[in-house]
DNA sequence: TTGTATGCGTTATCAG
DNA sequence: CTGATAACGCATACAA
């Protein structure tokens, strides 16, 4: 490989100038001659910044850590794409940790220190609270997805209030009354501000909500079955229901079928995010879209600006409403 | 961070002997006294190697770049799993590839000028010959999964033709007469050995296979209408097929219902490679796992050697049969 | 058995 | 406007 030695023999230059020419230091005004020569001597002889030399010089190594915990889910595939694509934009690569492993602060700070990565973007577990969250970040440039640090700066969300809302406003409008929410743990932000939001559209149109129609298990497939049981076993079970995460909405018309309850016969059902997974089942899954794609690319962005010593406050993307995909899982009633 | 110098501080020795303890070093046999009170310093003061300076002194990161074309696919997910817990083992990090983007040559090898990785895992597209692989490797040093690269080793495979004959002899042993294979491009090594393994299993079985029973179209999603539609459109029609792939096989279903074909009460499916997905169909689709997380630990491996500089032989994952996973959506026949 | 010194490719500081 | 040179942290050939 070439290198900035070879770049400067070939320009008749040195190897200093050849550096600042290529990386457009702004405090150094070459002759445009100069450039050119140096410029063209670089891409004649192909060459590319070692960057391990970069990185040992600079201390920054233009890499960042992704931490999520599943990778088999369909959602935080679409996130990943995001990061990606914002990531190759700002010159950075991804390194892909093994969540389950690497949630545990040893591992991430371990990596830092190692000099692999200049910061993280952690996307937490169904376990993982605000506190958790501010544990594993530690002192280490983070961004958390999804949800918040306590007593700390460095996330982006997206709209799981306006989520909610819509979701159930979907649901009034195609004439339900009595409607149940499969919700995620308590314990996490997410699903705190989808209930809010679901409650907000029950209130606004004048509609009830029991205790006893909101489940807060999880989000995950088997998280399914015990949420259902216990919102079909109240004395007037829903004629729909809005769950929190399609995964779950998968077990829910899985758990369903088994009891041998008919979707959207019984039970109408719309997830909250949508997946490609959804347009498979039967009846093909209902979805509120929200752009997971564009999370990811926040929170890159959030990061580099972190990185660069322009911290910022934490991110809330509701720019553009949820998206409601209208698929087969949700009947008219009345 | 503490450095090397300063470990060496801290046990009063030198920076050289603190690396060559730390290193294991073979060739030198330092007193297990001052062995230990190395080590008590290192631990001590947490010291841990920084990762840029020992790439630029080695010239190896040990780091492997993974190229999957489609996160979204549960396939790679479970591939990434494996390939992710040999890395760790064989303490290489994992970079993450866009692949749409990575797949052409010019990425790859910048990648690898830039010094960010010491050799890659490439999973190919649909799309991807023999031919097309080896071009895309050039000369790194790269490990292929799932296919092979023309005129040149390093390529890990699963048992392919087993699997064809798996799924074949299950729906055989079923009853099944007149049987199907909605298969990939016949350009992929993979598609050619399915369908020679479902073939042996035909003859065995002295069961004839008309060639329009075999579709070439491809292994994702919307390839499945166009198969299902050529395949369907026979003189005599087959009672079940043999999917080449889950996500196929989900597109297979779907379209079967758009078209009002039953499953499977007119037709069986059955397909190659199982995912969490598989069981959230409806029918729930039967299907044949292949170990995909311990082709990622080979692929691993493989690569290891082969930076060791101990290439070896292209690999066959054929030491456990592939598993039939039965759920409903193959029916009995007479 | 242990210490010293050199260089990996870059960036940045300081002269010229 | 440009050139020489000193680090960055580590591994290793060579001395002691």
Redesign the pocket.
């Known amino acids: 490989?070439?290198?900035?030695?070879d770049?400067?023999a070939a320009a008749?230059?040195?190897?200093?100038?050849?550096?600042?020419v290529?990386?457009g230091?702004p405090a150094?005004?070459?002759?445009e001659?100069?450039?050119q020569r140096v410029q063209r001597a670089a891409d004649r002889l192909g060459?590319?910044?070692?960057h391990?030399?970069?990185a040992?010089?600079?201390?920054r190594t233009y890499t960042i850590g992704l931490v999520v915990p599943d990778l088999t889910n369909a959602l935080f595939a679409e996130l990943m794409r995001g990061v990606e694509e914002a990531s190759a934009r700002l010159g950075y690569t991804v390194l892909l940790g093994r969540s389950e492993a690497l949630t545990d602060q040893a591992r991430i700070s371990r990596l830092l220190d190692d000099?692999r990565v200049d910061g993280f973007l952690l996307q937490g577990r169904d376990a993982d609270t605000t506190e958790s969250l501010a544990a594993v970040a530690g002192t280490a440039p983070v961004v958390v997805i999804n949800s918040r640090m306590r007593h700390r700066r460095g996330s982006v969300m997206l709209d799981d209030q306006a989520a909610g809302r819509v979701a159930a406003e979907f649901l009034i409008q195609r004439g339900h009354r009595r409607i149940g929410l499969i919700n995620g743990p308590r314990s996490l932000l997410t699903a705190r501000l989808r209930a809010a939001g679901f409650r907000s559209a029950m209130r606004d149109a004048g509609l009830p909500v029991s205790p006893k129609a909101i489940t807060w298990v999880g989000y995950t497939v088997p998280d399914a079955a015990p949420a259902l049981e216990s919102i079909m076993s109240a004395a007037h079970p829903p004629s729909a229901v809005v769950v929190g995460n399609v995964n779950a909405a998968m077990g829910v018309l899985t758990e369903a079928r088994r009891i041998g309850l008919s979707v959207p016969g019984e039970l109408s059902v719309i997830a909250i995010h949508d997946a490609w997974t959804a347009a498979h089942t039967w009846p093909p899954l209902s979805t509120v879209k929200l752009p997971l794609d564009r999370l990811g690319e926040q929170a890159v962005e959030a990061l580099h600006r972190r990185l660069e010593g322009r911290p910022g406050e934490d991110q809330l993307l509701d720019d553009v409403a949820p998206e409601v995909i209208v698929r087969e899982s949700v009947a008219d009633r009345g």
């Open positions: 490989m070439a290198r900035l030695v770049v400067a008749g230059v040195s190897v200093g100038l050849v550096s600042r290529l990386n230091d150094t005004r070459a002759t001659e100069t450039r060459y590319r910044p070692n391990a030399a970069r040992l010089r600079s201390a000099g």
